[in-house]
Structure formats: structure tokens, C-alpha cells
């Protein structure tokens, strides 16, 4: 049996300690439910290639402290997991670097040790502080620095010169190249496009002509790069060459050649001439186009009539010596070694239709191989020949365009345009620019930088550059135009502000939200970012339900500044102060219109939450609720939501206790959500014994952060002593005399009254005990009233003697906990009128005589007293007159 017993009492011990666990975790899930997790992860991220970089990730949480077993950090990139960090330890690639003391902080961000090009992208900072859980994107921007080689050849004095300037291994692709000379800025420079190496890095080249004076010493080629913090710079100091010698070396060669040509040529004609008059074919002229255009195919035919049957036809060319014949695989049969001799960039086809033989010859033209070459097609049967010619005097290149006109914003606030040309020939271009809007343009000077390329062909950089103020005009627009030889018609290009490569239209953020109070005004801001020109509205708008409300210009305020790349952002705030029943739930929109926008972009708050901090109306109101206790009624106004927590405790010697409430009433008016609630704790009289209580009052609500609380003592309660003047009757020597003082309307009860004699300037004690022949006799004793409040009268009896006591001064001091300071009431100087032995026998035997017929009726002891008074008085008249006889 006892067995039995021990047993169940152990599993009901089991089973309590089973169920208070459930309750404490259930606790603390209820708390880590609220913890409010917020990260921080500011993107995008620059770094160097080959440094070591941080990609900053912070995180808060509203509860403290942080506890490390509900923490997980997770670091992605890619896909792919570089990092996994919870409560069972640490996961990571080698390369990364983590400090998990600062996670207690709420630091977790990443360092990544020598950075490449690959490791350029977005990474992933995932944080869960359970239940919560966060993530953040940061983007990685590695760079690579370029390196600048100066390409040094021969410059001559008075005469045109082009040197180049290479930018090497650099990343991003977008760069800048200038030149000076002698410091002043070269125009007439050209960049071309830039070539990505196989590491994904970019080289680039920029040329420049100038034509130097005597005294020019110095060209300088000037690189700018996002990697770069200070503009790389390569200087050349100008060595120049003679350029007489040369000229005579060359004139003479040139010489030399004509000669050679000349003899050639007439040895040809004289033997094409001799061949004519015996050929019994005719070799019709050479059909081709009217203009050989570089990199588009050309057709040379060649027509023989009277074609024999063993006829051979064959194409020549000729250019800067002895011609060669074309041999494709087409022509003639070759093997498989011979073949991959032929020169396949030109394809030969022949056919015979009767007595007529026709071939032709297919080639890309170029205009560095092919400019002012000979094509001959040549026939060929027995002693017999003809042959005619197809000279490409001029190879015609087309204009291309490696992109499209470039924009780009100046420090000044206006837009150059860029319109880049490559690979035409011959030199001559014409270029118009013309802005305005449709039907009212106008022509706008340019500036053109030309050169040459290695190839022969040319390229030329035109642009133009206009103010900011023009481009507020959704109707304008910008045009260039073209023309060249070897263009069939002129081309051309129109921008304006709305094309979609238009790279500055606003970025819009989300609408950050304060927590919004009731009654307290908040700031609503949108951030808009990124756009060019400064021509920006912004519009706010409350929706209630299916209503829009524009909000006025009154409230809002716009904060604009100028970003590094020089567009700009601007920061549009709207101030509102939110009220329950009006913003409980709206929504308000933040419309952006700007000159490079179809439409607004739009951002919403979504539903609004308001809420409303519990604040007090007055303060504590202490009252007598009855004889026994007093009433503490504390009244909080304007919260939401509902829920609110109010605490009683009362602090004495005996420490701190825990007070029950006696009413706690939460209400709300009919019209709107707010909520006021009145708490009331009643207080048994005899705990305020203890002078040194505290009645607290705490609060706790949804909207705040910490607690409030009120904290009450004594001296806090309205029920201090009302302490009337001293009464001081007629003084006589050596006679008992009385004084009171009435005091009233103080609690508790824990008045003390001291009576002091103020004599020669010194203040002193009375004792409560006879001293000598001095009775001192004093008394008072609090009385309840009607109000429950305390009064008294508290009185001293004493014998006042004309020789010590005339012109003191006796003080009655009243102590109460509810007073800061002692309450004094003085009788002033005391008068003490001498003593009249003539009367005083006669009065005596009077009183006596009175006092035993008084007891001898059985009258009380008030009646003795007003007889005692009365017998004084009369006693007096006589006195004051035998002094007049003294007199």
C-alpha cells in the first residue's frame, strides 16, 4: 500500500513538473515570436581585384538579449552555400572568413579573401532568428585596374602625327581616355571599341592627331576608370625627326616606279595590240559595280563571243608589280595538298551557252588589299589571246556604327550625345545634328575628331552637347544624320528622353513607414534615385477603399541633392498625424512623374496599421474611499489596440507586495477605435502606519518600448495638516495659563506636536514633565472626521513667571510625513501681567466655594470649566481697578 501511494504521489510529481515545462516553453515561443527581426545589407559592393572584401550584413532583433540557439546565418552564392552558421557550429568555404563573436552583436557579415573577376555577382544574407527569418541580396562589383603602355613612333615638327594609347586588362568595360599637350586638351582623339580578353577583362585604344609647333614638348595620354583613384597618367617628352631626308628617299622610289609601269605597260599594249588583229574572238569589257564597297560581296563577269571550243579563260590581278593569276578550286582540279594553297577568298564560275563563254569572279573587297588593283580576265586559244581589265581605282567603306549614339551627363548638368563612325573610306563624311520638337527643329553645331585606322579606313567621333532644362520637354528630340559616298541614301538616328535605352529614368524604393502613433505626427519617405533632368514630381495620395485623396502640398516635403554620376535624387516626404478612425487601414500612394516616364511609377504603404500610446489624463486620484481605506484611481486615455497590462504594488519594510485591483473598466466611444482604461486599488488605512510606503503603478502596452510607472508616497497624498493660529489668553504672573492650537483635514495619523520657548535668541525644548515649580502639561489627540480625514487641538498648560518668562516667545511645531518641513505657529513676545495678592484670596475662596456646589449637583467637568473661566474674569475687573487706585 505504501508502495502504491509512493508512486502515484511520484507521477504526479512527474506529471506537474511535465506540465510547467509546456507552460514555459509555450512562454517562450509567445516571446520569441515578437522578437522583430530587422537586417541590414547595403548594396551594391565595390572591390578590387585580388583584395579582400566585406560584405556587410547586420541584423537587430526588439528583445534582448539575443540567445544564440535560435540563430542561424546562411551566406549563398550563386546557388550555392559559402557559409552555414546555426547552434551545431560552423560551415564554410576556405576563402571566406567569419566572426561569430560579432554575431552577439548583430554583425554577420562575410569576408571574402583575394577576389576575382568570377566572384563578381549576388550574394545571398539569409538570417533566422527563429520564427523570424530575413533575406538580403548584396551585389559584388569586383574591378580590375587598367594598365596604360603609351605607343611611342616617330613625330614630326609642322606635320601631322597620330599616336595611339592602349588601355590594358581593366574591368568594368566603360573607360575614359584624354590627351593633353603641353596641358591642353586634344579634341581630335578618337576611342575605339573596346576587346574582351579570354580573363574577361577588356583592353582598349585611343588615337590621337596633332600637328606640334617648334616649342611643343610634351603629349600626355590621361586614363579614368571607376577601379582608379586618382586618373592614371603617361607623359611623352616629343623627340622629333628630320623629315627632308625622307622625303627625297621616297620621291626618288616613287620616280623609279613610274618609270617601271610605264615601260611595262607599253610593252603589254604593244603586245595586245599585235594579238587583236589575229584573234578571231572577242573578250566584251569587264561587267562589275558601279562602286566596290568594302566587306560587301562584288561580282566581276567577263563575256567572250565566238568562244572556241579550247577556249581558256583566266583571271589576273595585278597591283604593285607583276600580275598573278586567281586559282580556286573551282578553276581547275586540284589535290587535297594543293587545295589548302588556293586562295579562297575568291570564287571563279564559268559556263559556255553556245559560242558564248561567260565567267565570273566573286570576292569581299577591301580597301587595303584591294584598293587600286587590276583585275584582268584574260582569254586564251592557241597563238590567240584577249584579255580585258577591271581597275578598282577606289574601295568604297561604309559607315557602321559600333553602337548606338552614347549619352552621357557632364558635371555642368547637360547631356553630350556621341555618335561614333567607323570603317568608311574615303575621308569625306558629313554629319548634321538637329533637336527640337517635330517640325521645329534646329541645326546645332558639333565637334568631329577624325582618324585613320591601320587599315586605310577612317572613323570619326561627332558630338554635341545640350542643356539640361531642354530635355524637360517630353516633345524633344535629338537627330543626327549621315552621308557619305558610298551610301545610297543619307541615315540617320532620333533620340529622345522616352527611348528605352535611356538610362536615366527614376528608381523608385519602397515607402519606408515610421510606427505610426495616434495623435503623433510621422513622416511617410519615398526615395527616388537615378534620373536626369531635375524635372521630378512627386504626388501622394490616400485610398479609402475605393476613394483618392490628394494629399496637399502643405505636408510634403522634398529634399533633392546631386549623386556622384551626376543625376539626381530626391527624398519625398509627407507628414501626417494618423488618427484611429481615419488611417486604421488606408493605404497612401506615392505617384512619381518624371519627363523619361510614360505613365507614374507607383509605390504603395499597403494597409496602414495605427496604433495609439496609453496616455495619462491627470494624475493619480487619491481619495477616502471609507473609514478603513484609501482609493488609488489611475486613468490612461487614447491606446490601441485593447490589450494593456496595469500592475499594484505596495513597498514597505516588509518588502514588496502585489495589490489586487478593486475595479479595472476599459471603454471606447461609439465613433472611433481608441480605447481608455481607469484602475482603482483601495489601500486599509492602517498599512500607511508606516511612514516610508510606496504605492506603485506600473503599465505596460503594445506601443511601448519599456514600461511606464508612477511611484507614491505620504507625502504624495492630499491629506496634509491644516494647522490653525496659536490661542494665547491673558497672562498673569505665576497663574496657570492654557494655549491650544487647532489642526485638521491630515492622514494618517502620525502628527507630532513639539513646544518650544524661544528665549534670548536661543530656542529651547519645553519638557513634557513638571520642572521645578514649572508645570508644563501638553496634549493632543487626533479625531476622525466626517471626510475620514484626522483633526485635533493640540494644547500646552503652563505657569508663566514675570521674571524669566516676559517677551519669550513660546513656538508649537507641527510634524507630519505628508510635510517636506515642520509647520511652526509663535505666540510672538509674551506679556505677563504682574500678580494682586489684594484679590486673589477673596477669588480663590470664591472658586472653591463654586466648584463644591458644582460637585455637589453633580454637574460635569465642562461646566466646572466655564465656571473656572468665568471666575477668572470676574476676578480681573476688581484687579484692574485697585491698579488704577495704586496709580
Known amino acids: 500500500m505504501n508502495g502504491f501511494l509512493s508512486l502515484l504521489l511520484l507521477g504526479l510529481l512527474l506529471l506537474g513538473l511535465l506540465l510547467l515545462s509546456l507552460l514555459l516553453l509555450g512562454l517562450l515561443l509567445l516571446g520569441l515570436s515578437v522578437a522583430g527581426l530587422e537586417v541590414f545589407a547595403p548594396s551594391p559592393q565595390r572591390g578590387l581585384n585580388g583584395s579582400t572584401v566585406v560584405l556587410p550584413c547586420n541584423f537587430s532583433i526588439s528583445k534582448l538579449p539575443l540567445d544564440p540557439k535560435y540563430l542561424a546565418i546562411l ?72 594598365m596604360v603602355v603609351l605607343h611611342i613612333k616617330t613625330v614630326y615638327k609642322e606635320s601631322e602625327n597620330t599616336l595611339l594609347c592602349e588601355a590594358a586588362g581593366f574591368f568594368p568595360r566603360d573607360i575614359e581616355i584624354t590627351w593633353t599637350l603641353d596641358g591642353k586638351t586634344q579634341n581630335n582623339s578618337f576611342l575605339r571599341e573596346s576587346v574582351e580578353n579570354i580573363d574577361g577583362t577588356y583592353n582598349v585604344t585611343s588615337s590621337v592627331t596633332f600637328t606640334p609647333t617648334p616649342d611643343t614638348k610634351t603629349l600626355s595620354c590621361t586614363v579614368r576608370h571607376d577601379s582608379l583613384e586618382e586618373p592614371l597618367q603617361e607623359d611623352l617628352q ?142 586564251v586559244c592557241g597563238q590567240h589571246n584577249d584579255e580585258k581589265t577591271f581597275h578598282c581605282r577606289t574601295i568604297y567603306g561604309k559607315p557602321k556604327m559600333p553602337h548606338t549614339v552614347m549619352r552621357s551627363l557632364l558635371v555642368s548638368g547637360e547631356i553630350k550625345y556621341l555618335l561614333n563612325l567607323e570603317k568608311f573610306y574615303p575621308k569625306n563624311i558629313k554629319i548634321v545634328w538637329k533637336c527640337g520638337e517635330r517640325g521645329t527643329e534646329e541645326v546645332v553645331s558639333s565637334t568631329e575628331s577624325l582618324s585613320e585606322n591601320p587599315d586605310r579606313s577612317y572613323k570619326v567621333s561627332s558630338e554635341i552637347i545640350i542643356p539640361e532644362d531642354r530635355h524637360k520637354d517630353t516633345g524633344f528630340r535629338v537627330q543626327v544624320t549621315w552621308e557619305h559616298e558610298s551610301m545610297e541614301k543619307a541615315e540617320s538616328q532620333e533620340l529622345s528622353i522616352r527611348d528605352s535605352d535611356h538610362k536615366w529614368t527614376p528608381v523608385v524604393e519602397e515607402i519606408q513607414i515610421p510606427r505610426l502613433l495616434h495623435g503623433s505626427p510621422a513622416a511617410l519617405q519615398c526615395h527616388v534615385s537615378e534620373y536626369f533632368p531635375d524635372a521630378i514630381i512627386v504626388k501622394w495620395m490616400r485610398r479609402d477603399g475605393d476613394k483618392l485623396h490628394e494629399e496637399t502640398d502643405d505636408n ?145 502596452h503594445e506601443t511601448m518600448s ?124 509674551l506679556h505677563i501681567d504682574e500678580k494682586k495678592p489684594f484679590f486673589e484670596k477673596p477669588i480663590q475662596d470664591t472658586m472653591s466655594k463654586l466648584k463644591k456646589e458644582i460637585f455637589a449637583s453633580g454637574k460635569k467637568n465642562q461646566e466646572i470649566e466655564k465656571v473656572e473661566e468665568q471666575t477668572e474674569s470676574i476676578g480681573e475687573e476688581p484687579q484692574e481697578e485697585t491698579q488704577d487706585l495704586v496709580d
Open 75 to 146: 551566406w549563398s552564392f550563386k546557388g550555392k552555400q559559402i557559409l552555414v552558421y546555426d547552434n551545431k557550429g560552423i560551415k564554410k568555404d576556405p576563402r571566406v572568413t567569419f566572426d561569430v563573436e560579432a554575431t552577439k552583436d548583430g554583425n554577420a557579415s562575410l569576408t571574402l579573401a583575394n577576389v576575382t573577376l568570377s566572384d563578381g555577382g549576388s550574394y545571398s544574407c539569409l538570417v533566422v532568428y527563429s520564427p523570424d527569418r530575413i533575406e538580403k541580396d548584396i551585389v559584388l562589383e569586383v574591378q580590375v585596374k587598367p
Open 706 to 829: 519599456m514600461p511606464e510607472m508612477r511611484s507614491l508616497t505620504i507625502r504624495d497624498l492630499p491629506f496634509r495638516p491644516q494647522v490653525g493660529s496659536l490661542i494665547l489668553p491673558k497672562l498673569n504672573d505665576g497663574k496657570d495659563a492654557k494655549l491650544t492650537c487647532d489642526i485638521s483635514g491630515y492622514f494618517p495619523d502620525l502628527l507630532s506636536v513639539i513646544w518650544f520657548i524661544k528665549k534670548d535668541g536661543n530656542v529651547t525644548a519645553l519638557p513634557r514633565e513638571s520642572k521645578k515649580d514649572r508645570n508644563y502639561k501638553m496634549s493632543h489627540k487626533g479625531k476622525r472626521q466626517k471626510d475620514n480625514t484626522y483633526s485635533c487641538e493640540a494644547s500646552m498648560t503652563f505657569t508663566p513667571i514675570i521674571s524669566s518668562d516676559e517677551g519669550s516667545e513660546i513656538i508649537c511645531r507641527v510634524e507630519h510625513p505628508s510635510e517636506e518641513r515642520p509647520i511652526e505657529r509663535s505666540t510672538g513676545p
Open 238 to 379: 616629343l623627340v622629333y625627326e628630320d623629315r627632308g631626308l625622307t622625303w627625297i628617299i621616297a620621291a626618288c622610289s616613287v620616280l623609279v616606279v613610274v618609270i617601271l609601269i610605264i615601260i611595262i605597260s607599253a610593252v603589254l599594249w604593244k603586245g595586245k595590240k599585235s594579238r587583236k588583229a589575229t584573234t578571231p574572238f572577242k573578250v566584251r569589257d569587264i561587267a562589275g559595280p558601279p562602286k566596290l564597297i568594302d566587306g560587301e560581296k562584288a561580282t566581276l563577269s567577263c563575256t567572250v563571243d565566238n568562244a572556241p571550243e579550247d577556249l581558256c579563260v583566266t583571271w589576273q590581278i595585278r597591283k604593285d608589280g607583276p600580275e598573278q593569276e586567281i586559282q580556286t578550286s573551282q578553276t581547275r582540279g586540284h589535290s587535297e595538298e594543293e587545295e589548302s594553297l588556293l586562295d579562297t577568298s575568291y570564287v571563279i564560275k564559268s559556263q559556255r551557252l553556245g559560242c558564248q563563254y561567260s565567267s565570273s569572279l566573286s570576292f569581299i573587297p577591301q580597301i587595303e588589299r584591294h584598293e587600286d588593283v587590276i583585275f584582268i580576265c584574260r582569254s
Open 556 to 700: 510634403q516635403r522634398i529634399i533633392s541633392r546631386r549623386a556622384a554620376n551626376n543625376t539626381y535624387s530626391r527624398t519625398a516626404s509627407l507628414t501626417i498625424t494618423p488618427e484611429l478612425w481615419t488611417h486604421q487601414g488606408a493605404e497612401y500612394l506615392c505617384l512619381v512623374e518624371h519627363p523619361s516616364l510614360e505613365r507614374p511609377m507607383k509605390k504603395s504603404t499597403g494597409r496602414l496599421q495605427v496604433y495609439g500610446k496609453p496616455q495619462m489624463s491627470a494624475p493619480i486620484e487619491i481619495t477616502m474611499a471609507d473609514s478603513s481605506r484609501v482609493q488609488f484611481s489611475l486613468n490612461l486615455q487614447k491606446f490601441y489596440p485593447k490589450d494593456i497590462n496595469i500592475s499594484w504594488y505596495r513597498e514597505d519594510q516588509s518588502g514588496k507586495h502585489g495589490l489586487s485591483p478593486t475595479a479595472e473598466v476599459i471603454s471606447t466611444r461609439d465613433n472611433d477605435l481608441i480605447y481608455e482604461v481607469t484602475s482603482v486599488v483601495q489601500i486599509p488605512d492602517h498599512r500607511f502606519r508606516d511612514p516610508e510606503i510606496k504605492i506603485i503603478v506600473q503599465w505596460k
